[in-house]
């Protein structure tokens, strides 16, 4: 939200309808309609450094999950996640994000060597609440992943190394590199063991433990 009407609809009413929705979630598509139209309908054009424009207010707490799929994968991906919201019944927060980033040659990037498309989705909790958001979860990545998709590394997913071996073609390399750069696991920990070590391996033997604390 920008400005400080949109600021007070956009963050703290959304926060206290779906708080109310999260026990009448037959009411979330009204208060969504309600939020686009009063926030989001309108265009807005900017031009500015990328790390001025970039950005924007997370709002309160959520689940968020994002995948990279490739561009010409991406009209049919988002048909089906939307067959799948109609045929469900499933009522979910918006928005759903949809940006397009070009390939690139960094190993483990979700772009790597194709263009792509990223659509992320997300269900907030307000006041920190708990809200239902398995089904939504396991049916996006279901489709995200029959697409050729790769999760975004700081958002939530269940994959393991096994599958980021076959996802990312340098993966082994970059294994490689981290081993050479930091062979004591100082900036390994329980989610680093899960998505760089090969259950098969010998560094699966000895996970690493960071006993550090912040």
């Known amino acids: 939200p920008s400005g400080g009407r949109d600021y007070v609809i956009g963050y703290y009413l959304l926060e206290l309808v779906y708080w109310i929705a999260s026990f009448l979630p037959m009411l979330i598509p009204f208060f969504n309609k309600i939020v686009f139209t009063v926030v989001h309908k309108s265009s807005r054009e900017c031009v500015a450094r990328y790390d001025e424009v970039f950005q924007f207010e997370c709002l309160f707490k959520q689940y968020v999950n994002e995948w990279a799929i490739p561009v010409e ?3 049919e991906a988002l048909h089906r996640l939307k067959d799948w919201l ?3 019944g499933a009522t979910v927060h918006i928005p759903v994000e949809v940006r397009f ?3 690139d040659d960094i190993y483990l990037s979700p772009c790597y060597k194709r263009d792509s498309c990223l659509i992320n989705i997300v269900m907030y909790r307000p006041y920190g609440k708990y809200v239902n958001h398995r089904a939504y979860w396991s049916a996006f990545e279901r489709i995200m992943s029959e697409a050729g998709g790769r999760p975004h590394w700081a958002k939530a997913h269940k994959l393991t190394a ?3 071996q076959q996802l990312y073609p340098k993966f082994s390399d970059f ?5 050479t750069l930091d062979p ?3 900036f390994m920990n329980d989610y680093m063991n899960r998505v760089l070590l090969i ?3 010998e560094s699966h033997n000895h996970k690493y433990v960071n006993t550090a604390q912040f």
């Open 73 to 75: 994968n991406a009209k």
């Open 86 to 88: 109609k045929i469900s």
């Open 101 to 103: 980033v070009r390939g």
């Open 162 to 164: 096994e599958t980021f």
């Open 175 to 179: 294994c490689k590199v981290r081993q």
């Open 184 to 186: 004591k696991g100082v």
């Open 199 to 201: 259950a098969s391996s």
